[in-house]
């Protein structure tokens, strides 16, 4: 949606400085954009801002002031990279024509399908789904039955939910289904990446709560629950019956137990492993497999790094005392 | 399927305590159940089950004495669990109206498709695919050509069955691919997770014994054979020509390099790490990567948590020997 | 596509010994070949040779020698498994029947799709994209709009193209999307594996290079770089903006970093994981998380195993030295 430099600074509150009817419709990295687009410059892109064709350019209120000759025009603001992106939203934004269910979609849910909501091609919404308005339901996601949605949900293509938790009992060597009749609710404004998979609870539900962001070939098993506002990256694991939450930041690669309960503002690192479980307490950043303080694992990387040290001295040692040992074949 | 109390007692040799002619129709947890549900309690849950308004309750026998003087009616059994689950298998049993192949499906084998077996909506099955009976294909799964699958098989949707294997010789500095052109055998009772991979053999067979349970987002490479009752938690992945014993676990997360042969009754827990070529013998329970013994993963770990204070001691012991080092530093 | 053995001696320049006019219609391995089976034979597997009934087998030249006696049609080369699959790529040629695009596939692009390029049903093709000649896409591959897919391009079923990046801005305790907006370019001779995901830039481009080859359920973030002639195994993510370089080898469940750059012909081994930020210098092999020299790797994991030893020693020193310590406890 079209707007020029001053409606965008007034949209995200900054003082604009240049030509404010110059007129912009999408935008671009400082290197690539051209004379329609707007950019944002972080303090250490100056040199780069000062050569960039952008048309409009969202800068640091100190960055303005030290290039106060440039030919630019420029939007200062306290957060330079949040107002590019809330202006973003606005100049993104498109009033996507044709039917907003693709005809290949199969839609076998009795509810009706949430104004605004667009549902791809390829897409089979099972049987007793609700789906709230202006999702966006890219090709070929997969909703099992009993499954509901909220508004603003973004599910990427091949996202699999409600498929049946992993969940067996051994009748002597065979392992039989334990009922996996659950549902799954996502609330409002969660996106979900492409072929990631939520299964639904067994006899409990699966909840990702408001405002949680799930990458890409993310495992969310039966019965766990997201907090609201939380991050998963890529390809991170979350087994059954555990609990992440609000507010806490999981990188790519983790997996985390069984019946593990993370506290609000927890951090994990890439890869980092939580056993089945545990409780981690108070918000902590954690990393490593089993995780641990952050510092803590740190300072065993480095005790680590020293071991060919030590070893030395321990034989230096051994030799004043005399003591022989396996060490020394 | 509608059962009375005294039919599933009947079903799972348990003793009927209370109304026999109460009717239940579903299953759900001691919390969620309502007077048509049969649910089940665990020793520790006996005060939850006390308030449940459960038509049923599956209680262990010894529970059952504890809870004489309660209204519910009770079957008690030695597996609570267990009884409950083959239970529900009856309770939960449905007849699905419809055609049994959804009309998206693409169906290019010529052979037919076994008897009361379920192909979901946006399946591809491919020229010479081979599917058994009583199977059920979720939507969007894909089998490439030259594929067998037994009876009672579920595969969950997204999955893809007998995709290439991922083999290549170098010539100068291109990749040519190798040929993949085995075949991927499924047997019965097998199921497999939502959004996994199965890929076909080179020259050889890629199979998966009968029993199997795969969870969602796992790979199982070329010419892997992955025995009987084995079950494979997501995210794992099993490299080329690799074999799992029977009556194998394999938590999330692992990865097993190629060439390794893992014994009957084999343990990995997750995130665990097998190298290439490796023989893990006698069933053992590992942990780490690489791989090793649990008891002993676990030592070094605790032997890593001793690191700092370690240190100490060493400085300690240089001082009073005289020894100089870079540890002072 | 039928050949003589003297065809194809002629193909992989090779020394024909037996038989010039046996016919070749396919490849098999020594163990499962027929008479009208090429196979190959490594030198250890000279006994299975003996054995086998394939039509005709490469071998090496020295293996020729020795078994000079044999009745099978021979072809003798430098290195046999590349001749192998030099001369599968020949035989296994066939001339698909049929329409090139499956009148299940969704095209939204403008653009005419390349000669000879088939797409698998279920397909759904973006505005905007660019697809080359010869290429091959399997069942259920997505392409976002605004992608560029070069020639002789294989996607394997379930791949996801274009998504967009995980990239969020705080908005107090929102997050809110920042663009993504940016293309994805694949290069010729790309081999992309089954449920993989690569995802558009968000301001920039993702860039898989020429004669890439790619497996199952990886991860490539936005913004990414892959070098040339580069092979990633199954379960490994990139995060977003690093660059890995050319003739890389990146194996299975490997975890890098936001920004990281790998020069060329660097090695990962399974599981490594490379911090963000990290420069992997000058083409080294490197293992564990974080990242480190293999040899490097390897001595610590040494010294961990020599911990229990070690924690002997010191109290035999404490002991003889008079000095006490919470390891007495």
């Not at 030919?71 to 934004?93: E, M, R, S, Y």
């Not at 979900?192 to 962001?213: F, M, P, Q, W």
């Amino acid at each position: 949606m079209k707007q020029t430099a001053q409606q965008i600074a007034d949209l995200i509150h900054g003082k604009l400085m240049g030509r404010a009817d110059i007129e912009l419709s999408s935008v671009a990295s400082l290197k690539n954009a051209g004379s329609g687009d707007l950019s944002y410059a972080e303090d250490k892109f100056l040199a780069e801002a000062a050569q960039s064709h952008a048309g409009c350019i969202v800068v640091s209120s100190a960055a303005a002031e030290s290039s106060s000759r440039t030919d630019h025009t420029l939007i200062a603001v306290k957060n330079p990279k949040l107002a590019f992106t809330l202006a973003a939203g606005v100049l993104l934004q498109v009033t996507e024509s044709g039917s907003p269910i693709h005809n290949t979609a199969v839609i076998e849910t009795e509810h009706p399908i949430g104004a605004n909501t667009r549902i791809g091609a390829g897409c089979v919404i099972g049987r007793n789904v609700k789906i709230g308005t202006n999702c966006v339901l890219y090709p070929r996601v997969v909703i099992y039955p009993n499954v509901e949605i909220g508004n603003r949900v973004i599910l990427h293509a091949g996202a699999v939910i409600g498929a049946d938790g992993f969940g067996f009992v051994k009748d002597g060597e065979r392992y039989l289904p334990f009922p996996q009749i659950g549902k799954v609710i996502i609330e409002d404004d969660v996106e979900i990446g492409a072929n990631t998979c939520v299964d639904r609870g067994s006899l409990e539900t699966t909840i990702i709560r408001r405002g949680t962001k799930i990458d890409n070939l993310v495992q969310i098993a039966h019965n766990v629950e997201i907090g609201e506002h939380t991050v998963i990256a890529s390809q991170t694991g979350i087994s059954g019956s555990s609990t992440v939450g609000p507010h806490s930041i999981i990188a790519g690669q983790v997996g985390i137990g069984e019946h593990a309960r993370l506290d609000p503002h927890t951090i994990l690192g890439g890869q980092a492993g939580v056993l089945n479980g545990k409780h981690v307490r108070g918000g902590e950043v954690l990393w490593g497999t089993p995780a641990r303080p952050l510092k803590e694992f740190l300072k065993q990387q480095a005790h680590l790094a020293r071991m060919p040290a030590l070893m030395s001295w321990l034989k230096e040692i051994k030799t004043k005392l005399g003591i022989r040992g396996e060490s020394d074949s």
